[in-house]
Nanobody, 120 residues
């Protein structure tokens, strides 16, 4: 199965930027729509951004214009560039594979362990 390992989380001041990365490996890599989810304490997990096999992208309204998702040409690294960070962006961020970015609640079949992002 697909293996996902996140990195790049940390603390940043409001208005700052941060880049998250996800190392993708396994026999099925490159065959899935990839994405990022996040979950804050006491809140439900929510989809943040997704990129399909054709390069098309989807973003949650709350991060539109501030976050950018990308996948390298080898399809081994998924990135999330975050700009203009706000305190409400504070959450555990999860890399995911086989994402269905439809409707009000996105879903995925494969998950990383998560990386914490804290905005003060």
């Amino acid at each position: 199965d697909v293996q996902l390992v996140e990195s790049g989380g940390g603390s940043v001041q409001a208005g700052g930027s941060l880049r998250l990365s996800c190392a993708v490996s396994g026999p099925m890599y490159g065959y899935y729509c990839m994405g990022w989810f996040r979950q804050a304490p006491g809140k439900e997990r929510e989809g943040v951004a997704a990129i399909d096999t054709d390069g098309s992208t989807n973003y949650a309204e709350s991060v539109q214009g501030r976050f950018t998702i990308s996948l390298d040409n080898a399809e081994t690294t998924l990135n999330l560039h975050m700009n203009g960070l706000k305190p409400e962006d504070t959450a555990m961020y999860y890399c995911a594979a086989d994402v269905l970015p439809y409707g009000g609640s996105w879903s995925a079949a494969y998950w990383g362990q998560g990386t914490q992002v804290t905005v003060s």
